[in-house]
């Protein structure tokens, strides 16, 4: 009975490590930015129907940055940076309301096909609208739903906009958020988030990094 219950746990370990890998090259090679459709169609395509084996998200997030490093390399990082330094500009111009970086971009997972992704934080939502337009910005207005920690959930003004030939993501919170940012749907634990002064540092770090490595 112990040597089975071992079999079926190092098949069950072996099927998510599959659907991870699988998920994260969906991600990867399709654009897909969602965790749960991305694990689904690779069960889809593995034909491995038991949920039990369905990966974490962290799983699949970790399977992407390897898939990154193995099979993306140059391109990949070329579009961090150049996310990382609109970023920036970005923030410096959203200063009024205490912006941050979160997401792909900060994580260092981003592609080609990733937006921007900022945290605006002000009482009146209608204050970032106002801004906006005042700066002549043609943006998309829409709801997102976040958990704010573990018993409160709720819905968030998000404004979609281009700039630079980016897509920019940036949703409206409370000012209170800027003491804890909400949950992340990786790993439910507090977003990682990066303010103008900790891009610009992070960005200083790796662009000296690279100097380095490039140097003869």
């Excluded at 930015?33 to 799983?59: M, Q, T, V, W, Y």
Aim: net charge neutral; glycine share 6%.
């Amino acid at each position: 009975m112990h040597r089975a219950r071992q079999h079926a746990e190092t098949r069950a370990r072996e099927r998510r490590h599959r659907l991870a890998h699988e998920a994260a090259r969906l991600m990867a090679e399709g654009g897909i930015r969602d965790f749960h459709l991305a694990k689904r169609k690779a069960a889809s395509r593995l034909g491995i129907h038991d949920d039990a084996s369905l990966p974490r998200n962290r799983e699949i997030e970790d399977a992407l940055r390897e898939y990154q490093r193995l099979f993306v390399g140059a391109g990949q990082v070329d579009a961090v940076r150049e996310r990382r330094e609109a970023a920036a500009r970005a923030l410096a111009f959203f200063e009024p309301f205490a912006p941050r970086l979160v997401g792909p971009v900060l994580e260092g997972t981003a592609d080609a096909h990733s937006a921007v992704m900022l945290h605006l934080h002000a009482d009146d939502p209608e204050s970032v609208a106002r801004f906006i337009e005042a700066h002549g910005i043609p943006a998309e207005s829409r709801m997102r739903r976040l958990r704010l920690d573990r018993q409160r959930t709720g819905d968030f003004d998000v404004w979609l906009f281009a700039a630079e030939g980016l897509g920019f993501d940036a949703t409206v919170l409370p000012e209170a958020c800027i003491r804890q940012a909400p949950l992340s749907a990786i790993d439910e634990k507090p977003m990682q988030r990066a303010s103008r002064a900790q891009l610009e540092r992070l960005i200083a770090v790796e662009y000296d990094g690279d100097q380095d490595r490039r140097a003869p």
